[in-house]
């Protein structure tokens, strides 16, 4: 019988920490969202009380699998349980769990609380009592407790005994300033089951600052610690936490662990761990990064002649674990053949049928290979790579023409000798051989200034002659500019998604060193994509 | 007495590997020089032969006090070692040493080079004592090393003997697809030694798809190998190779290794190995992760209220090695997380000294908290946050003000009947009573438009009187732009990064729902922020 291991994901805590990092209440739902799904215990949310936004994210959270966390910290001295308010925020957030951090350094407690020894270990044991008697699953997060083991090991280990005590459900030793290595952490977790704390209430939370986390928290596993903290793509302060991207392909794929240990994340789950990733990469806005294990674009991308001749007589030569249990794609630079059957069933996801062999597969594979050097992103922009092959295959509809826009943004006192801003576009096209001037501003109800893109989307769909009904219930719903590197020099590209009434959502991208000409090439995709999927109806 | 480890880089080999990296001759030559200056024990400078580059790199080398390797591969079978003219291309190269790369997997053996397991055998034993008998230090990289021993441990054993009974120097154990995990890795190198392979014969090289080559480095020092093999930031095929930039300082400062172990690394040049990993990054035109472990800009970053006012302190309390040590520094930006003690250290840095429980921290903290609700990111924009520290103290000059501007962009057909776009901005600033317009477009030495926010950038900096000469020698260096979510609704926020003729560097902020809006106030800020600086010894 394989043993459980258990899961907790610290993202929208720890992660929060990562310099840069500012989740939004709405990116918190959409992150707690795909940890569930993915089958994580643990989700802790964040410090209610805190900040505003902690607290917000715990009001409006929906139900999960996973069991909500609230993190805090152990009372302080002077007062009881019952009497500290910042305990209290966190027991009002009302989750079924709460993590609360303490001291088990004696160093810190004297130096940084300025507090007695036993003045701590009372601290912990009330607060975790306190909890516990509120009926909520208590986790202990010992702070500093490698380095407080190593200076104190006695006074570290009465400071857990008193979580455990008191009815703590796991207890937590945490790397927190990342400086144990894993050969390290082994010894220390095996002193402390020696010492009469149980495996199965133990967990481990490390930091990357030796780049070591991952491998900290495996020995941590192997010297019988049952619980992993950690983050997605490994998130967190200064170097970041350990990170359950890596760690659950390896629990669940790699000997010795897999067969040996099972965790909450099934096989079907574990496929979906490279979205999962990328997703939190575009909550952050951030540029994926190619070499991250498993998930990577570069994870299974075989560039050296020789290895991608021998993947193709057997992957197993040069991959350890086949790319589509984690979700992601082997990828071989030289291969013409991997390329186009890739190629076709991506087609094929658009509705276009090409027979293999077709030449147009080949131009298509060229003229994505140009453009996406030149900083396109069709892995993303899927309505433009639609738009591409169409116009590679003879089958894309011009539509109208543009004949030219003009965008404007003035700055300046109004009458009232307030500083106003006023963005106005003219957008001129030409549909069935008439031509059509279109002027738009961009105030919103409430009298601000959208901007210089929102007024030029207004006037491109304000009047497209027949087609303009096609595409009255489209708006645009996002909007992500990222500086790149188009050849040699830096462009600006921009990836727009767009929706209408039926439900439908469609993303479209447009690179140009000038960002409202990217802007503007996005946008007309996204009319364009809209047309070729409604406008045949009627023509 | 200390043990000596021998550090073995393949930077400009294997790092070469990596998807989207190809290094010039005077890169490796640049690169090959940091190295050799950190004191890394062997270069391996590329495959001889295998491209021009390559080649070329070894005609052209500097004598160094590394032992400069030329990389290749054992002889083919039906051959002589004398005869084969890839090992020539090798041993041409002229080096002091060479690292052959072998098969010890039978299957590999059998299946991808299709010769009986004797024959390859022969074909390292003759190939090694070929090198040897040329005068050569040789080493022999024992490809898929792991996976052979755990399929066939004899064969791939008697492989290894083969190596060492020619003569090789080092026997350079292989995890060549990244599968194995430290605990496996130490377990087969304790195996290997038993064996009849002495310690202090052998390397290690890892690769990090399971997130883990640092860590399996060390379990195979921890095991007796005395060679380490990895790269300047763990560049390398897939998810890369073990990165030396992590392992130096961890071999060099921390426990067990410090003090049992010494390197060719001196403390002088451990000291400038961040700026060593950051020039790799200005090679390859890619910006520094900031979460790198040791040389990352968030190594020392200390975003928690609680964990910088500990630091402020002691820092030992969350920094487990001296920034300094590694040419690194600690950072304490501002965040809503952070508490008072976090914000003094933060002006201190600034240059501005504020009493403790001073009234105007408390309407700094609330000021920054408000804004970063808005959508601001103060901890990445240092020099917005300065500038708003010191409006609340009282302490900002205003230098000029901004009456109104106006920025269009039209795109239209030129009078060869090609589509060209046009930015054009005015801007209207009065400085010492005086009005100054000034009008600017945005067209590049190559005749292509860079968008509105670069003519705006121009003619803000295009006439400011008596300032002119301070800001002529600042420019833009990186922009960057994300919609989130300011209050209840969407905002764009876009962060500028400037720099002057002083080489100092700076980051502004600026959030509006118009992005020109939002663009400007970070463009104003980071005027105003380069005259705080500069415009006072003129006054």
Known sequence: MPERLYLYDTTLRDGQQTQGVQFSVAEKMKIAKALDGLGIDHIEGGWPGANPTDSAFFDEM??????MTAFGMTKRAGRSAENDDVLA???????????????????????????????????????????????????FDAEHFFDGYAANPDYALECLRAARDAGARWI??????????????????????????????????????????????????????????????????????ANLVSLIPTLLLKEPYAGRYETGVSRDALARITQVSRMLDDVLNRVPLKQLAYVGASAFAHKAGLHASAILKDPSTYEHVDPASVGNERFIPMSNQAGQSNLRRRLMEAGIEVAPGDP?????????????????????????????????????????????????????KNKYDRMVTLSEAVVVVKI???????????????????????????????????????????????????ITQGG????????????????????????????????????????????????????
């Open 62 to 67: 929906a139900p999960s699998c996973a069991t």
């Open 89 to 139: 925020a966190v027991l009002n957030a009302n989750t079924p769990a709460v993590c609360l951090v303490g001291k088990t350094h004696d160093f810190h407690v004297e130096t940084a609380l300025g507090i007695t020894l036993e003045e701590n270990v009372e601290n912990i044991r009330a607060s975790v009592a306190h909890c516990v008697a509120q009926g909520r699953e208590t986790l």
């Open 172 to 241: 937590v030793l945490c790397d927190t300033n990342g400086g144990t290595l894993p050969y390290g952490i082994g010894r220390v977790v095996r002193a402390v089951i020696e010492a009469g704390i149980p495996g199965d209430r133990l967990g481990i939370h490390t930091h990357n600052d030796t780049e070591t986390a991952v491998a900290g928290s495996l020995a941590a596993v192997e010297a019988g610690a049952r619980q992993i903290q950690g983050t997605l793509n490994g998130l967190g302060e200064r170097c970041g936490n």
């Open 360 to 412: 147009a597969l080949a131009r298509i594979l060229d003229k994505v290979k140009a453009r996406e050097n030149e900083g396109y992103a069709y892995d993303t922009a899927q309505a433009s790579f639609e738009m591409l092959a169409r116009a590679e295959l003879g089958q894309a509809a011009e539509f109208f023409e543009v004949k030219r826009y003009r965008v404007s943004v003035e700055r300046r």
């Open 432 to 482: 069935d051989g008439e031509k059509k001037l279109s002027v738009s501003e961009s105030m919103d109800e409430t009298g601000s200034d959208r901007g210089p893109i929102n007024a030029l989307s207004k006037a491109l769909g304000k009047d497209l002659g027949r087609y303009q009904e096609i595409i009255d219930d489209m708006h645009l719903v996002d909007f992500k500019v990222r």
């Open 488 to 539: 040699t020099e830096a462009v600006t590209r921009v990836i727009i998604d767009s929706a209408d009434g039926q439900g439908r959502r469609w993303s479209t991208v447009g690179v140009s060193p000038n960002i409202v000409d990217a802007s503007f090439e996005a946008l007309l995709d996204a009319v364009r994509w809209k047309l070729s999927r409604d406008a045949v109806a009627l023509a």
